[in-house]
Nanobody, 115 residues
């Protein structure tokens, strides 16, 4: 059973930066794709960024150029560096990982962005 534990969320001012981390445990082999989704109140969960086990990335159009996803396979950890945050980026951010076809989720990190 894979468990994902997130850290790094918190209040940030518009224009500021924040780094989220998500550490996985319980896997015997390398995790497949990892990434981040977010969900704002009243909205569906949406993909923010994804990174494959080989390091290929893709981003939602709205965050491209401002957010950077990376992973440390030795630590089974995925990161999301968020720069130039906007009030509309306010959401709960969830990390996810795929392992042998199953999807696992972190507990969610609140990212309130003050205008």
């Amino acid at each position: 059973q894979v468990q994902l534990v997130e850290s790094g969320g918190g209040l940030v001012q518009a224009g500021g930066s924040l780094r989220l981390s998500c550490a996985a445990s319980g896997s015997r082999f390398r995790l497949d794709g990892m990434g981040w989704y977010r969900q704002a109140p009243g909205d569906p969960r949406e993909l923010v960024a994804h990174i494959t086990s080989g390091g290929s990335t893709n981003y939602a159009a709205s965050v491209k150029g401002r957010f950077t996803i990376s992973r440390d396979n030795a630590k089974d950890t995925v990161y999301l560096e968020m720069n130039s945050l906007k009030p509309e980026n306010r959401a709960v951010y969830y990390c996810h990982a795929r392992y042998f076809g199953d999807m696992y989720w972190g507990q969610g990190s609140q990212v309130p962005v003050a205008s």
